[in-house]
């Protein structure tokens, strides 16, 4: 993916990086266990997966990946490809209701600035 990403997923790391959603930090391409996580937090335990339509082929084993990232605490959130090109809103809506579910207790709520239509396209 870093070599060659998807507009969508340029988009969604604009948004992620730098600690530019409400302060956490994310990694692209991180590595955990036998797999490669597309976007990941360490302090809250998330991994978002942007899923294009190689995906619709590969349901086994993504929910065997998905099983065997649980047990590690870790939650996968996937997001389609389609979703992040057309209802960024939505997108950016389910990642902070994730983030939330995660955060922990000793951590401040902060708020976020929406990314302007465009960036990150």
Same mark, same amino acid.
């Given at each position: ?6 507009r ?25 266990a036998?797999?490669?996580?597309d976007?990941?937090?360490?302090? %809250?335990?998330? &991994? /978002? #997966? ?14 065997? +990946? $998905? ?27 389910? %990642?902070?209701? &994730? /983030? #939330? ?14 990314? +302007? $239509?465009?960036?990150?396209?």
């Open positions: 993916m870093r070599k060659a990403p998807t969508s997923e340029d988009r969604l790391w604009s948004w992620l990086r730098n600690r530019r959603l409400i302060g956490f930090k994310f990694r692209r391409q991180h590595p955990h036998a797999y490669i996580l976007f990941y937090c360490a302090e %809250i335990k998330l &991994a /978002i #997966e942007v899923d294009g339509a190689g995906h619709e082929l590969n349901y086994e084993y993504d929910g065997i +990946r $998905a099983l065997e990232l649980q047990r590690d605490g870790i939650e996968v959130l996937r997001i389609p490809n389609e979703m992040l090109k057309n209802d960024y809103r939505t997108v950016l809506d389910i %990642i902070l209701n &994730a /983030i #939330e579910k995660r955060r922990p207790l000793t951590r401040p709520s902060a708020t976020l600035s929406p990314p +302007r $239509a465009g960036r990150g396209v």
